[in-house]
């Protein structure tokens, strides 16, 4: 089961392969502002538990099972930030209190509050 670094790691990787296609460590590292070195130990332990490939040139991409993962989380960042502001909060508390809730949240919870938000 991921953490919830690994799980921000993961987040990272999928919007930065939407955004560009190809990532390396140094794009993460840019796009979380975090140090080279956290990024790597990060990057790491994502491609120890078969999350991420990383090619010979650096490259970063997604394992079936982590763009999975990561899909999953931001999906859940998406829903949550569309929550909050629809019930007035601003768009850049939202993202970052989405951001805090969906590492946090049961599937079971957020199931049921993505039932609730489709019926609005």
């Given at each position: 089961?991921?953490?919830?670094?690994?799980?921000?790691?993961?987040?990272?990787?999928?919007?930065?392969?939407?955004?560009?296609?190809?990532?390396?460590?140094?794009?993460?590292?840019?796009?979380m502002s975090f140090s080279k070195p956290s990024v790597s130990r990060g990057v790491g332990i994502l491609?120890?538990?078969?999350?991420?490939?990383?090619?010979?040139?650096?490259?970063?991409?997604?394992?079936?099972?982590?763009?999975?993962?990561?899909?999953?989380i931001f999906d859940r960042h998406i829903l949550l930030t569309k929550l909050l502001v629809s019930m007035?909060?601003?768009?850049?508390?939202?993202?970052?209190?989405?951001?805090?809730?969906?590492?946090?949240?049961?599937?079971?919870?957020?199931?049921?509050?993505?039932?609730?938000?489709?019926?609005?």
């Open positions: 089961m991921l953490k919830e670094s690994g799980e921000m790691y993961l987040e990272s990787i999928y919007v930065l392969c939407e955004e560009k296609g190809k990532v390396r460590s140094i794009d993460v590292a840019e796009h491609k120890e538990q078969n999350y991420i490939k990383v090619d010979k040139d650096g490259y970063i991409t997604l394992t079936e099972e982590g763009a999975r993962e990561a899909k999953k007035g909060v601003d768009e850049e508390t939202a993202a970052d209190d989405a951001c805090r809730i969906e590492h946090v949240i049961s599937d079971a919870t957020f199931t049921a509050i993505k039932a609730f938000v489709e019926k609005l």
